[in-house]
């Protein structure tokens, strides 16, 4: 007799790769350690989600100069690890692979850093070396704009064309830290600099597909297929701009925007005056009526094009929570993640299968990345 949806759920080794809910504990003061209506992560939540592992996201903005965005990730990792501690009945703070396992067999949430954005790193190798001492265990190595490592996906102009001189001695450092290269946010040159220059697999931990989604922030099949050649892995992002051409448009980008902009506002008003809920509530509004969240099966759909693409073992889950408008339908916060697990059982995948995709074809490539290191 099959395992139920629920067992099978339970028994996987669950990997969300990216929140961005340090912002939130900055910029809300959230409270995570009960559970809340706003935003789409607390750890109650993620218990509620059956989720093991979340990779909490140290991101800086790229309007910061070097040094404010150093302080500004210090000051983040600060933050969440007074936030574990306070918690430490339900969470605990993991460096490994080891670790990881060993707090989920005692009953806790792993909670493990990623930075994104490689600025704070500045051009200073000795920098990197200490955020890996403080926990960080990947890097995107950029986010929006050009930094000091590499070109980003997004300006139309390159840069460097690829990695730096210094991006590719800092992958080269960070193979032998133990540290994943994150290829989120990096444009196609700069994905196969990293191919190129790094000993380790690479992981993209918050990125879809471009042949389902046409944005550049997604991998081509190319792309997925060279990653595969590498046995990295693609993380599916939960972002619906990202998952379908509808939410990649002009107008969808600029009303999440305002919207993100009037979410801020909201919060940042400390008694939240009626003007800053009414704005709140109206781009809200604006961006249900307008664009209604696709149902969580659009994910499952990228999950299936990788699969069929490359096979099973290259494939898994990065929700971007925290740092999106509006989650699918079925996926609203990280509570809901038993649903991806119900629609995959749904299509005929087996019980090894869909735990493979859940968080163990993550592991496999941190568990990869660790040996590197090691020898």
């Not at 961006?287 to 699969?307: A, C, M, T, W």
């Amino acid at each position: 007799m099959s395992k139920s949806v629920h067992q099978l759920h339970k028994e996987a080794f669950v990997v969300d790769t990216h929140c961005d809910t340090p912002l939130r504990i900055d910029e809300e003061r959230a409270d995570l350690g009960v559970k809340s209506n706003e935003g789409h992560n607390d750890f109650v939540r993620m218990k509620e989600g059956g989720v093991d592992l979340c990779f909490y996201a140290i991101f800086t903005r790229t309007k910061l100069s070097p040094d404010q965005s150093t302080v500004q990730a210090i000051r983040l990792i600060g933050e969440t690890k007074d936030m574990i501690e306070a918690n430490s009945d339900k969470v605990a703070l993991a460096t490994s692979v080891r670790e990881a396992r060993e707090i989920k067999n005692g009953g806790r949430g792993a909670i493990m850093l990623g930075m994104e954005n490689g600025s704070p790193i500045q051009n200073d190798i000795a920098l990197l070396n200490e955020f890996y001492r403080m926990g960080v265990r990947y890097i995107t190595l950029c986010h929006s704009a050009h930094n000091q490592l590499c070109d980003s996906c997004a300006p139309k102009e390159k840069k460097w064309g690829g990695l730096s001189p210094f991006g590719k001695k800092v992958v080269k450092q960070m193979n032998k830290l133990g540290m994943i290269i994150d290829v989120s946010h990096l444009s196609d040159d700069s994905f196969y600099d990293c191919l190129k220059y790094s000993t380790a697999p690479i992981v993209a931990t918050h990125s879809c597909c471009r042949a389902l989604c046409n944005h550049p922030r997604n991998m081509s099949d190319k792309m997925i297929k060279d990653l595969a050649k590498n046995w990295g892995v693609i993380q599916i992002n939960f972002y619906p701009a990202f998952l379908s051409d509808h939410y990649g448009c002009a107008e969808y980008f600029e009303a999440a925007d305002a919207y993100d902009s009037a979410m801020k506002a909201y919060w940042r008003s400390g008694k939240k005056g009626k003007k800053e809920i009414a704005d709140f509530k109206r781009k809200r509004d604006y961006i249900k009526k307008n664009f209604p969240s696709p149902s969580y099966k659009l994910l499952v759909d990228h999950i299936e094009h990788v699969v069929n693409l490359v096979g099973v073992d290259y494939v898994g889950l990065g929700s971007d929570y925290d740092g999106i408008e509006m989650p699918p339908l079925g996926l609203e916060d990280i509570s809901k993640f038993e649903n991806i697990t119900k629609e995959l059982r749904f299509r005929g995948y087996t019980d090894l299968d869909i735990k493979k995709i859940l968080g163990e074809n993550f592991m496999r490539v941190f568990s990869q990345v660790e040996n590197i290191a090691f020898r």
